[in-house]
């Protein structure tokens, strides 16, 4: 069974940290490339970053680049996100994701939703004073 895991969500002040964690089992993890997507209410939901398959290749939104940085561990097939420099607008529900790979080069990624099949089920990390 697929399973993709989020925790380490929560309360912080603008400016402040937190380690998002994607744990995952159930398929083989150096297949996939992995992504991390957050959703604020009454917004879509947004691509944050991605890592490639092999670890390589980071990708991020422009909304984030420079704050937020994503890294895996494929001996622990986890994933893992990174956030400094919290602002209020990076409230949402954070998810992690997974994106088929194996066809493609080992460098690929996507911050499109569309090309992801297996999601958890979300961390809430809101940022406040």
């Known amino acids: 069974q697929v399973r993709l895991v989020e925790s380490g969500g929560g309360l912080v002040q603008p400016g402040g940290s937190l380690r998002l964690s994607c744990a995952t089992s159930g398929f083989t993890f150096d297949y996939y490339a992995i992504g991390w997507f957050r959703q604020a209410p009454g917004k879509e939901r947004e691509g944050v970053s991605c890592i490639s398959r092999d670890g390589s290749t980071p990708y991020y939104a422009d909304s984030v680049r420079g704050r937020f940085t994503i890294s895996r561990d494929n001996a622990k097939d986890t994933v893992y996100l990174h956030m400094n420099s919290l602002k209020p607008e990076d409230t949402a529900v954070y998810y992690c994701?997974?994106?088929?790979?194996?066809?493609?080069?080992?460098?690929?990624?996507?911050?499109?939703?569309?090309?992801?099949?297996?999601w958890g089920q979300g961390t809430q990390v809101t940022v406040s004073s």
């Open positions: 994701a997974r994106a088929p790979s194996y066809l493609k080069y080992t460098s690929w990624g996507s911050l499109e939703s569309q090309d992801y099949d297996d």
